[in-house]
């Protein structure tokens, strides 16, 4: 008589059978959700940006510029802008197009592109980099039904953003977004468009049903290990009892009970060996879970305590510093723009500037000694000394004299600060100034280069009591600019452990094309990121920068 197979076997094929179906269900619906989900979110991005994008060229007549093929002086400006727009954003195309003849779609040539600082960083020449108005598209960079789609919407005058996806052997599968633009006449001249790669989503897509597959095997194996080698009797009976309890610790536990209420009730076992040793396990395993649940509340308290302090510490000092801009709305005689970036959660640097009077604004930039808590209470205290002691209407130098000595009093730690201190005659651009050991200004001439305006320095503030410091003066005409930093500038280091150095400070600055302050320390501080890459910032990075109009 033929023996059948047992039921174990049955029982393993067909959790493998059930299993396998289960798998390719999850895994299909789960593609479908997956997919829609992402593709609904590149969407969106992409729409955010391309609006943002096509309403950054309205202010420049772009439509007219297309519809005249002519690139005015306002085209490079506008194509700084959507540089800026680019390199914030994470798509890889942004660029304006037109039909040379609307009827043709085989004739559409570039309007403009923009490029991010890291390619415009390449080395090569911009004409190798930049498409310039009425170069020819390639034609391979758009597929025959996103050329017609591109077209209809110039045709019917679209007024809305829309999107395509598609795929090309050069580009593989992208997003475009694009945006129908007008000249001054309404007429529809040419479209604005960036794209978006999305092959991360099917490398997602892989990696996922490749996961779900995996977890589903193992998870069938072990089933199917469960039924073939335990009884009911001597295994399934005391895992379930042993599961119960250890459930009801985890429901516990999620319940978010008090870790002096995390008490695991032993499990009664009449077999011994292998599932008593489990037991005996679990439950020195859940006794430690509660020792470690009321040690992790004591520290988490702790770490919450300090972690609050520290955020209130922050916000106490950012509050200290001037931080609306423009600061002087209706003073149109200068801009000014600052930042501090503390190398922990508070710094010990410190920019400041104020009006004296009606005529005359105080300009402070400082570097205290160390980092940390006492650097940031330090900072404070020489912040508010250098204020009162300059709106008395002293000279630099006396001021400097006036903090030194109130610092010198009483100053156990023998902490120091150094200080660059200036005061501006608005009328005249006069600008008498003193240096207690702190980084040469920086200053431009409205028709020169940036350089180093190497003055003479004092020593710092709170080194010794009885210091003098002299004042000297520099005149600030319209359009010069004046740049002040501290050390975290120059002294930024890579992982190469090579310094950012006065040198590059003034390359960026020389290769800005704008003396908009708050453009030229945005500009700088890209730069600094760049060059320390992933090396940890080990000091406060502060700049300010004032432009005489």
Not at 285 to 299: E, F, P, Q, R
Not at 369 to 375: D, L, R, T, V
Not at 520 to 535: C, M, P, Q, T, Y
Request: hydrophobic residues 40%; glycine residues 6%; aromatic residues 10%.
């Amino acid at each position: 008589m033929k023996k059948g197979m047992s039921i174990k076997t049955k029982t393993a094929i067909t959790t493998i059978f059930f299993m396998g179906i289960l798998t390719a269900a999850i895994a299909g619906i789960s593609y479908k959700l997956y997919y829609d989900s992402v593709m609904k979110s590149y969407i969106t991005y992409a729409d955010t940006v391309l609006d943002y994008s096509y309403s950054a060229t309205l202010g420049y007549s772009f439509g007219d510029m297309i519809a005249d093929r002519d690139m005015p002086a306002d085209y490079e400006v506008m194509r700084s802008e959507l540089n800026r727009i680019k390199d914030s954003s994470d798509i890889e195309y942004l660029y304006a197009i037109y039909f040379e003849d609307v009827n043709d779609i085989h004739s559409l040539h570039y309007a403009i592109n923009a490029k991010t600082q890291e390619e415009l960083s390449s080395g090569k020449p911009l004409s190798e980099i930049y498409s310039y108005m009425g170069k020819p598209c390639e034609d391979s960079a758009f597929a025959e039904d996103t050329l017609k789609t591109l077209q209809n919407a110039v045709l019917s005058k679209k007024r809305d953003s829309g999107t395509l996806d598609g795929y090309s052997d050069k580009y593989g599968h992208m997003l475009n977004g694009y945006h129908v633009i007008f000249d001054s006449d309404d007429n529809a001249v040419g479209l604005i468009c960036v794209e978006i790669d999305i092959n991360t989503i099917n490398v997602g897509l892989r990696r996922y049903i490749n996961m779900v597959i995996l977890t589903a095997s193992v998870l069938t194996a072990a089933i199917v290990m469960l039924y073939l080698f335990n009884t009911r009797r001597y295994l399934i009976r005391p895992i379930v009892s042993i599961a119960e309890h250890s459930d009801a610790f985890v429901k516990k536990m999620q319940s978010n009970s008090d870790p002096e209420e995390l008490v695991y009730e032993d499990v009664s076992i009449r077999t011994g060996g292998e599932l008593r040793l489990l037991a005996d396990n679990v439950k020195s395993l859940a006794d430690g879970v509660a020792s470690y649940m009321t040690n992790l509340k004591n520290v988490t308290a702790e770490r919450e305590r300090i972690g609050t302090e520290l955020d209130l510490a922050t916000k106490i000092q950012a509050s200290m510093l001037p931080n609306i801009f423009p600061p002087f709305p209706e003073r149109t005689e200068f801009d000014i723009y600052a930042t501090m970036t503390p190398a922990k959660e508070v710094g010990g640097d410190f920019y400041d500037f104020f009006l004296i009077d009606s005529d005359h604004l105080g300009l402070v930039m400082a570097d205290v000694s160390g980092k940390g808590i006492p650097a940031a209470l330090f900072m404070m205290a020489s912040k508010i000394l250098f204020k009162n002691y300059a709106m008395t209407g002293s000279s630099p130098s006396k001021v400097l004299e006036q903090t030194n000595a109130q610092i010198c009093r009483n100053n156990e730690l023998e902490m120091f600060v150094t200080v660059w201190f200036g005061v501006l005659e608005i009328s005249t651009g006069r600008m008498t100034a003193a240096n207690a050991g702190h980084e040469y200004p920086i200053i431009k001439k409205a028709n020169g280069d940036f350089e180093l305006y190497k003055d003479k320095h004092g020593f710092v503030v709170g080194g010794m009591d009885g210091m003098r410091y002299k004042d000297y003066e520099l005149t600030l005409e319209k359009g010069d600019v004046l740049f002040l930093y501290t050390d975290g500038v120059a002294e930024a280091t890579n992982a190469a452990n090579e310094l950012f150095g006065t040198d590059r400070l003034l390359a960026v600055l020389n290769n800005s094309s704008t003396s908009d302050p708050k453009t030229l320390l945005e500009n700088v501080k890209s730069a600094v990121d760049e060059f320390v890459g992933e090396a940890e910032q080990f000091d406060d990075l502060t700049m300010l920068g004032i432009t005489m109009r």
